[in-house]
């Protein structure tokens, strides 16, 4: 996804809106309770994939550090979607979700307390980019990789996953 479409789905909610009902219709984005333990299950995936990242990073493995990083936010974008009730099998499904239900949104008191310090733009731009650069990396026959590039999405990822615990808490 380029910045664009990020830009046209985060002006437009709907947009946003229009996709979330065809990914519902098409069983792509579930409605289902909200279960504590698959939340926990998610940000204990999203751990474990930082740790092999960190492991790949240390005996130059970049390429699957990359892949690493994209899979650690995707499954704390996953716990984060089912607080609200969703479940998705698609990674544009759970962008848009993302968005609905995290991004700049008029809220009681309480939540707009609780949401003041959630995804921005640039935190929706890095989960996005990390997406793009896992493609590259899985898919492409380019073996080598940045140390520093790769360092800097290692890093990121590891803040996305520390913001979303973070939400998760409160």
Request: charged letters at 30%; a neutral charge; one cysteine or more.
């Amino acid at each position: 996804m380029k910045e664009y479409d990020l830009n046209q789905l985060l002006n437009n909610p709907t947009l946003v809106e229009q996709k979330i009902s065809e990914f519902i219709e098409k069983r792509i984005l579930n409605r289902q309770p909200v279960e504590s333990d698959e939340v926990e299950g998610h940000i204990e995936k999203a751990e474990h994939n930082l740790r092999f990242v960190a492991e790949n990073v240390k005996i130059g493995f970049l390429d699957w550090a990359i892949t690493g990083c994209y899979y650690a936010c995707y499954h704390a974008a996953l716990a984060l979607i089912l607080t609200r009730g969703y479940s998705s099998k698609n990674h544009l499904a759970t962008l848009c979700t993302l968005i609905k239900e995290f991004y700049s949104k008029e809220l009681d008191k309480e939540d707009i307390e609780v949401l003041s310090s959630l995804l921005d733009y640039q935190d929706l731009l890095f989960y996005v980019e990390s997406k793009n650069k896992r493609k590259d990396a899985t898919y492409s026959t380019k073996s080598k990789f940045d140390n520093k590039k790769t360092e800097q999405l290692r890093i990121k990822a590891a803040l996305f996953v520390s913001k979303t615990k973070t939400i998760l808490e409160r």
